[in-house]
């Protein structure tokens, strides 16, 4: 992989599609003028997140009129936008497209949804069922929609399917002032997370997170861009709207994977042997 | 280092942004508030200020008869030193014309005609200053529901509500608020000689320790017991906040449709912001 990426950090309007696919246009040309191959939206781009009973009113199919205009928009530069999906069976996911070369590459639904404390997405939102990396003409990719990448099992699926890079999006709020320092809990909680899943998966690791208010509730931001060894390469400061322009290179990942070669020696058997047993209810 | 502690510029920075965004969500850019003299009211004009720009930013000053001049003389001290615009409306005629009328004597009842007498005048001018009721209720007296409804928890937005009294003055001393009104005891004013603390019986450093373990830390009374606080005043605070819980939903609606108002008709306030 030799790309370069930006990633929009924006603030939708809940639950105005049509405003915010203006933005996205506007994104998606400034990114594409600044030369840039793919770029990554927050979750839920297009609609805002709490939605509540907006989320079936501003749900899309992905043949929808609204991803057909950025997919036109795709020939020159990959897209990964994130929205609400109607199914054809009716259900509605919290999902991620991955556009390129004027057509869906890719969606990625949402599997773990968040249902506890102040969310409620289980109440609104079927659940994906399944982790599956896709080949870009960019890379190998792997999507995690927020809560999927607290779970280690679903950056270990792309792990072992060889992702060059994890493409995670989130709305993830903002919480815990004290303690008397400048960084929420929060993002000390994904910080330690997005680092960890670097220096584990010796993947690129692109965290794309929104900004704003949604009734009195705010987005904390911060998106950011961790190398194969862990380390972060580029993030985007303060709670404001921006772009944060990168190059993701398979030198570092060669670099990386040779210095500590941690997918040749995972041992994949034993843990299906171990879920094996786990799963007929044996203690492994 | 208390564990409540805050980093001021952190937080200053988030609520300035809260009031810029949900005003202008909400299609407004200006601000209006009851300045009493106090340390809460005075950190939200100053934030209001800094978020708003002085000049769109009402503080309004109404004292009844029998206030403490010292409140007014800090509310005006505080509006020079931000430099936002003031007003003062006298309670007196419009609460006597009922209290005095229908020989109201108890002092809570008092007490509570004046808070609504403050919220009418409130919202009224906000109508002429063309802007929104900005609260002034801190997360402590939020949850022992120290506060009148519908009187001084009235506001359209509140800044502060989710910060505890020990938080507020931390915020304050940082944005500058005036000596005088983070050194005084902190008074509702309804009565001659009220403070907080002596009608509440505890102090506020007690309330928020407990109520930051009890709410925040979501601690048990055998673990707040443990922590070493008093069984007595553990199981006084839990019953007042659930005593007070009305204080802190919308009136209840009895369900009859198949599609109710807050049940299963649910949208944010910035829906189609």
New interface residues.
């Given amino acids: 992989m030799d790309c370069r990426l930006t990633v929009a950090q924006t603030n939708p309007?809940?639950?105005?599609v049509g405003r915010n696919l203006e933005e996205h246009v506007a994104q998606v040309e400034a990114a594409r003028r600044a030369g840039s191959q793919v770029i990554v939206f927050p979750e839920l781009s297009l609609t805002g997140y709490?939605l509540?009973?907006?989320t079936a009113e501003v749900a899309l199919s992905v043949e929808s009129r609204e991803l057909a205009r950025l997919a036109e928009l795709s020939r020159d530069i990959s897209i990964a936008v994130g929205f609400v999906e109607r199914s054809d069976d009716g259900r509605i996911y919290n999902s991620v497209a991955f556009l390129e070369d004027g057509a869906v590459l890719h969606v990625h639904r949402k599997v773990h949804l968040v249902t506890y404390g102040m969310f409620d997405e289980m109440r609104e939102f079927a659940a994906g069922d399944s982790f599956a990396t896709f080949r870009s003409r960019h890379g190998r990719f792997g999507l995690l929609v927020c809560e999927d990448a607290w779970h280690v099992s679903s950056g270990y699926q792309h792990f072992l399917a060889g992702a060059d890079a994890l493409l995670v999006t989130s709305c993830s709020p903002?919480r815990g002032?004290?303690?008397?320092?400048?960084e929420?809990a929060s993002e000390r909680t994904w910080r330690t997370l997005l680092e960890a899943y670097g220096l584990l998966f010796q993947t690129w690791v692109v965290y794309s997170n929104r900004v704003?208010?949604?009734?009195?509730v705010?987005f904390w931001g911060g998106s950011r861009v961790i190398d194969p060894f862990g380390a972060e390469c580029a993030r985007l400061e303060?709670?404001e709207p921006g772009r944060l322009e990168v190059r993701l290179t398979s030198d570092a990942l060669r670099r990386a994977r040779v210095a500590t070669p941690l997918r040749r020696d995972s041992r994949p058997d034993l843990l299906a042997r171990a879920l094996g047993r786990l799963s007929e209810g044996r203690n492994a | 280092?208390n564990?409540?502690?805050?980093?001021p510029?952190?937080?200053e920075?988030?609520l300035v942004?809260?009031l810029r965004?949900?005003l202008a969500?909400a299609g407004f850019s200006r601000a209006v508030l009851g300045i009493s003299g106090g340390v809460d009211s005075a950190l939200v004009a100053a934030l209001c200020a800094r978020a708003l720009g002085p000049e769109n930013v009402l503080g309004v000053m109404m004292p009844y008869r029998t206030s403490n001049p010292d409140s007014e003389g800090h509310a005006r001290l505080l509006a020079s030193a931000l430099g936002i615009a003031t007003r003062k409306v006298e309670i007196t005629g419009m609460a006597d014309g009922y209290l005095a009328a229908h020989k109201v004597e108890d002092r809570m009842r008092r007490g509570n005609v004046m808070a609504r007498c403050r919220m009418i005048v409130l919202y009224d001018l906000s109508v002429e200053w063309k802007g929104l009721v900005v609260g002034t209720s801190n997360k402590t007296e939020i949850l022992l529901g120290y506060s009148t409804q519908w009187g001084d928890s009235a506001s359209a937005?509140n800044p502060i509500g989710d910060l505890y009294k020990h938080?507020i003055y931390q915020l304050s001393r940082h944005m500058g608020v005036p000596a005088p009104i983070l050194d005084k005891a902190p008074s509702a004013d309804l009565f001659e000689g009220q403070t907080d603390e002596g009608e509440l019986g505890f102090s506020y450093a007690d309330a928020d320790r407990l109520l930051h373990h009890m709410v925040?830390l979501r601690m048990g009374e055998g673990e707040l017991v443990a922590a070493g606080f008093s069984v007595d005043f553990v199981r006084r605070i839990a019953a007042r906040i659930a005593a007070t819980q009305f204080k802190r939903v919308m009136p209840l609606i009895a369900k009859l449709s198949q599609r109710t108002v807050n049940q299963?008709?649910?949208?944010?306030?910035?829906?189609?912001?």
Wanted: without cysteine.
């Fill in positions: 309007a809940l639950g105005n709490f509540k009973d907006q903002g002032v004290d303690g008397g320092v400048r929420l704003g208010w949604e009734d009195g705010f303060g709670l | 280092m564990p409540l502690d805050i980093h510029p952190l937080v920075q988030l942004q809260f965004e949900e969500s937005l938080q925040d299963d008709f649910r949208y944010l306030r910035d829906w189609g912001r």
